[in-house]
């Protein structure tokens, strides 16, 4: 089965850090674009950052700009979310998503994973 598996949420205070990891498994993700999205409770889903194969390209939220820092490692066939500086609202669920296109913020992925709770308190 393939998954891409969300790990690293947690319930941390403004002003924390976090890292986020998307690890692949029943197939190999390292020739697909890799991205983060996230939802809040009542919100759409939105774009957080996106990053090219080889990971040479990468794009973010403005709102995230500066904060967050996205990664991959392809030995290990991973993407990261470097957050710091965490805010309220950047509470929600952090989802990773996979694409053999360079989609960017386009809600158009071909894979998606589960999502990891990420909340954070003032």
């Known amino acids: 089965q393939v998954q891409l598996v969300e790990s690293g949420g947690g319930l941390v205070q403004a002003g924390d850090s976090l890292r986020l990891s998307c690890a692949a498994s029943g197939r190999t993700f390292t020739l697909y674009a890799k991205a983060w999205f996230r939802q809040a409770p009542g919100k759409e889903r939105e774009f957080v950052a996106a990053?090219?194969?080889?990971?040479?390209?990468?794009d973010y939220a403005n709102s995230v700009k500066g904060r967050f820092t996205i990664s991959r490692d392809n030995v290990k066939d991973t993407v990261y979310l470097q957050m710091n500086n965490l805010v309220q609202e950047d509470t929600a669920v952090y989802y990773c998503?996979?694409?053999?296109?360079?989609?960017?913020?386009?809600?158009?992925?071909?894979?998606w994973g589960q999502g990891t709770q990420v909340t954070v308190s003032s």
């Open positions: 998503a996979a694409d053999r296109l360079w989609l960017g913020e386009r809600r158009l992925y071909t894979f």
């Open positions: 990053i090219s194969s080889s990971g040479s390209t990468t």
